[in-house]
């Protein structure tokens, strides 16, 4: 089955620069899917962060725009999150999330159009 993995977080002075890894096995078939990011802070929704799909289109949440950039490298299996300019209110838990098909453009950034979610990595910022 698909599996979801990510690393990369840490504590940040604000500011600063992270990278998100989120590596993906189980046969995932990135050509017909959508990837993306998600986090949550303790008592809030789950927020879209970035998502990209098969074709490479990205999508972003408005309060990451233009500091963070979603990609991946198919031929490592892998999806990543490149953040700059972190705030002290991106500080969350931040989730890999993958589709099992297509995702309207609309509901790319809708934690509830995903399949599989990685157990999130840490993200602080102060």
């Known amino acids: 089955h698909v599996q979801l993995v990510e690393s990369g977080g840490g504590s940040v002075q604000a500011g600063g620069s992270l990278r998100l890894s989120c590596a993906v096995s189980?046969?995932?078939?990135?050509?017909?899917?959508?990837m993306g990011w998600f986090r949550q802070v303790p008592g809030q929704d789950r927020e879209g962060v970035a998502a990209?799909?098969?074709?490479?289109?990205?999508s972003y949440g408005d309060s990451v725009k233009g500091r963070f950039t979603i990609s991946q490298d198919n031929a490592k299996n892998t999806l990543y999150l490149q953040m700059a300019s972190l705030k002290v209110e991106d500080t969350a838990m931040y989730y890999c999330?993958?589709?099992?098909?297509?995702?309207?453009?609309?509901?790319?950034?809708?934690?509830?159009?995903?399949?599989?979610w990685g157990q999130g990595t840490q993200v602080t910022v102060s």
């Open positions: 189980g046969g995932y078939a990135y050509n017909r899917d959508c």
């Open positions: 990209i799909n098969s074709d490479g289109r990205t």
């Open positions: 999330a993958a589709s099992r098909g297509y995702i309207a453009t609309s509901r790319r950034l809708v934690a509830t159009a995903y399949n599989y």
